[in-house]
């Protein structure tokens, strides 16, 4: 299915039997939990977009389980009612599929779009929701048991896409698809063992680190302590003191990440982030919340490869884009 791109990427799904209703969510691979913005969102972040209506849903029930809670990286949290129903994603049906009916979403849930699918190998939330990928393999939905991902950039409109029920051959050259293996201790995340990071072909040493590969985010997103490594190798790199570093806007940094021996490069215009006018920033940022050896891979790193994601092998597939 084609993707849009505005601060994420997102495509339609649509709610339930009777008077189905179409929503635009973001696809986070960060993330495991399902929810939609309902009638009775009164936040400002639901103002003037189209809301869930339960009550002209045929196939809405409530779960009987407690109120909806889904907590995110940046610290806002989304809470609502837990429901069931039927939903359809790129054609496919998923019959009493779990989700969250929101009505209080933080101000900083500025995307254009009405929710957000996880899709993590299982829900790691409060609400332990069984994800729709989950369903869509029980119930034997997929071609193959696996989904792939695209991203465009939205500055030079390239195309951006999610494939369920495999890969999209045209999109990436086979021959260069690398595979790696989740982390033993991947708590249903979509984790993988970073070798090391690299600036302008020279390893910086920040080794044995879990990479959480997330859809859901732009930046990549480290502890302090490895964001000011790997700054200390770029000499006219400022500590902002906000999680990011201000870079000269007119340099081309080569970075690449270090995958199972593979080196993948970011393009400069992915890893230099311009604010405004003479104003960058690097897209490696760190936040005092992320554990001591994480990272949080983003769309930064994810628009320079074409993404396949192996629920049941439990593995994740980067190739050349085609």
Same mark, same amino acid.
Request: proline share 5%; aromatic share 12%.
């Given at each position: 299915?084609?993707?849009?791109?505005? +601060?994420?990427?997102?495509?339609?799904?649509?709610?339930?039997?009777?008077?189905?209703?179409?929503?635009?969510?973001? /696809?986070?691979?960060?993330?495991?939990?399902?929810?939609?913005?309902?009638?009775? #969102?009164?936040?400002?972040? #639901?103002?003037?977009?189209?809301?869930?209506?339960?009550?002209?849903?045929?196939?809405?029930?409530?779960?009987?389980?407690?109120?909806?809670?889904?907590?995110?990286?940046?610290?806002?949290?989304?809470?609502?009612?837990?429901?069931?129903?039927?939903?359809?994603?790129?054609?496919?049906?998923?019959?009493?599929?779990?989700?969250?009916?929101?009505?209080?979403? =933080?101000?900083?849930?500025? %995307?254009? *779009?009405? !929710?957000?699918?996880?899709?993590?190998?299982?829900?790691?939330?409060?609400?332990?929701?069984?994800?729709?990928?989950?369903?869509?393999?029980?119930?034997?939905?997929?071609?193959? =048991?696996?989904?792939?991902?695209?991203?465009? +950039?939205?500055?030079?409109?390239?195309?951006?896409?999610?494939?369920?029920?495999?890969?999209?051959?045209?999109?990436? %050259?086979?021959?260069?698809?690398?595979?790696?293996?989740?982390?033993?201790?991947?708590? !249903?995340?979509?984790?993988?063992?970073?070798?090391? &990071?690299?600036?302008?072909?020279?390893?910086?040493?920040?080794?044995?680190?879990?990479? /959480?590969?997330?859809?859901?985010?732009?930046?990549?997103?480290?502890?302090?302590?490895?964001? %000011?490594?790997?700054?200390?190798?770029?000499?006219?790199?400022?500590?902002?003191?906000? !999680?990011?570093?201000? &870079?000269? #806007?007119?340099?081309?940094?080569?970075?690449? &990440?270090? /995958?199972?021996?593979?080196?993948?490069?970011?393009?400069?215009?992915?890893?230099?982030?311009?604010?405004?006018?003479?104003? *960058?920033?690097?897209?490696?940022?760190?936040?005092?919340?992320?554990?001591?050896?994480?990272?949080?891979?983003?769309?930064?790193?994810? +628009?320079?490869?074409?993404?396949?994601?192996?629920?049941?092998? +439990?593995?994740?597939?980067?190739?050349?884009?085609?």
């Amino acid at each position: 299915m084609p993707l849009r791109v505005d +601060r994420g990427y997102y495509g339609q799904i649509t709610f339930g039997t009777g008077t189905p209703q179409n929503f635009d969510i973001l /696809f986070d691979t960060g993330s495991g939990t399902l929810f939609v913005m309902g009638k009775n #969102c009164g936040s400002s972040a #639901c103002n003037n977009k189209p809301k869930y209506d339960p009550d002209v849903d045929k196939s809405f029930n409530l779960t009987g389980k407690d109120d909806f809670e889904i907590g995110y990286l940046n610290d806002s949290t989304i809470y609502g009612d837990s429901g069931k129903t039927t939903i359809v994603i790129a054609g496919i049906s998923v019959e009493a599929q779990e989700f969250g009916v929101a009505y209080e979403v =933080p101000d900083e849930f500025d %995307h254009p *779009c009405e !929710g957000v699918m996880g899709m993590e190998l299982i829900d790691t939330g409060p609400m332990k929701q069984i994800t729709p990928i989950t369903n869509l393999i029980k119930n034997n939905s997929l071609d193959s =048991p696996q989904f792939s991902f695209l991203l465009g +950039r939205e500055a030079d409109q390239s195309p951006s896409e999610l494939t369920f029920g495999g890969s999209n051959p045209d999109r990436f %050259h086979a021959d260069t698809l690398t595979v790696v293996q989740l982390v033993d201790d991947n708590f !249903g995340q979509w984790v993988i063992p970073i070798d090391d &990071l690299a600036i302008n072909d020279k390893r910086t040493g920040l080794e044995n680190r879990g990479g /959480f590969i997330n859809t859901g985010s732009e930046f990549i997103v480290m502890p302090p302590d490895d964001a %000011h490594e790997f700054y200390n190798n770029i000499a006219d790199a400022k500590d902002n003191g906000d !999680g990011t570093y201000k &870079l000269d #806007c007119g340099d081309a940094y080569k970075v690449a &990440l270090i /995958f199972n021996s593979v080196a993948w490069k970011i393009d400069p215009k992915d890893f230099i982030v311009k604010l405004a006018e003479d104003k *960058c920033i690097g897209a490696i940022i760190y936040d005092d919340d992320v554990p001591k050896t994480s990272w949080f891979i983003g769309s930064a790193f994810l +628009r320079n490869v074409y993404t396949i994601f192996d629920p049941v092998n +439990r593995k994740v597939g980067f190739a050349q884009l085609a």
